[in-house]
Structures are given as structure tokens and as C-alpha cells.
């Protein structure tokens, strides 16, 4: 079976296998897969069970990054993801943020990068709304995929 699921089969599933399961999520839109990243994948999936991302579309990513993210498109990005140990499904959401993915898989547990405080997830509220808790992980400096676009653009022209 695929970990990449549409939101509609992921919440379905997730409503047959979750009984006695913390359930963790993340979301963002990995476009260029970094330490960082890994770092913070690798720190949510310990904080339970089965590890969710949920990942921006190509129109979301666009929407909040600009017309030329993303750099990798979502097919590809899911398909990354995946790869990894850690992750355990991957879904996707079109809309500028993922409240509405979140409202349906009701996590235990939405993981976010300290990169942020806690009154910047916009999430939080939904995700407490349905018995959930946002937790802020570690933030690892100098790991961004707009810093690895610069460093390329750098070193090899526009």
C-alpha cells in the first residue's frame, strides 16, 4: 500500500487504525528536502505513533512562496517524503494553510518548528478544538530551501 493517500482515504483509514494511537502531523512544502527538514520529521515521528505530513499542493506552495515554487512539484515531494523511515503517510492540501486537512485527521499531536511561537501557528486552534496539542520543535539555524535557492543561484548564475 501506498503511504501517499488523497485526504478523503487518509481519514478514513487513519478512523480504523487509530484506536490506542497517538496520531502526529506536520505539514509544510519540503521543495527541496534539507538537514533541517529530516531533523524535524525525525523528532515528530517520536512523539507517537504514526507520522502524517501533510504537503502543499503546487497551487498552495504558489500561493504563499511565489510563481516559482515550487521548485519541485507535489508528485515529487510526496514521493521524497515517503522514501523516508519516519514518515508513515503523506497527503496534500490545496488550500493556502492546513486547517481544513487538520480538522478532518484530528491529531493528537501537530508539530511545528520553533521558527515560530506559538501565537504564529494558525493551526493551534483547530487542533485543540479536536482534543489536540501543537508542539514547537527545535529549529535547526541555516537549513531553508529559500537560503539553498540562493546559494545555487550564487554559485551558478540567474
Wanted: with cysteine.
Amino acid at each position: 500500500m501506498s503511504k501517499i493517500l488523497p485526504l478523503y482515504k487518509l481519514e478514513k483509514l487513519l478512523q480504523k487504525i487509530r484506536k490506542g494511537r497517538i496520531i502526529v502531523t506536520t505539514n509544510g512544502a519540503f521543495d527541496i528536502l534539507h538537514a533541517g527538514h529530516i531533523d524535524s520529521l525525525t523528532r515528530a515521528k517520536k512523539l507517537g505513533d504514526i507520522l502524517v505530513v501533510l504537503i502543499n499542493t503546487n497551487s498552495s506552495v504558489k500561493q504563499n512562496k511565489g510563481d516559482k515554487r515550487p521548485i519541485n512539484n507535489e508528485n515529487i515531494r510526496a514521493s521524497v517524503l515517503s522514501a523516508l523511515e519516519c514518515v508513515d503517510y503523506v497527503t496534500f492540501f490545496s488550500e493556502k494553510d492546513p486547517r481544513n486537512a487538520l480538522s478532518k485527521i484530528k491529531p493528537d499531536i501537530h508539530a511545528k518548528g520553533k521558527d515560530r511561537n506559538i501565537s504564529q501557528i494558525i493551526e493551534k486552534d483547530i487542533v485543540e478544538k479536536n482534543g489536540g496539542k501543537v508542539v514547537l520543535l527545535p529549529y535547526k539555524e541555516g537549513y531553508s530551501t529559500t537560503e539553498i535557492i540562493k546559494k545555487i543561484i550564487d554559485a551558478y548564475g540567474k
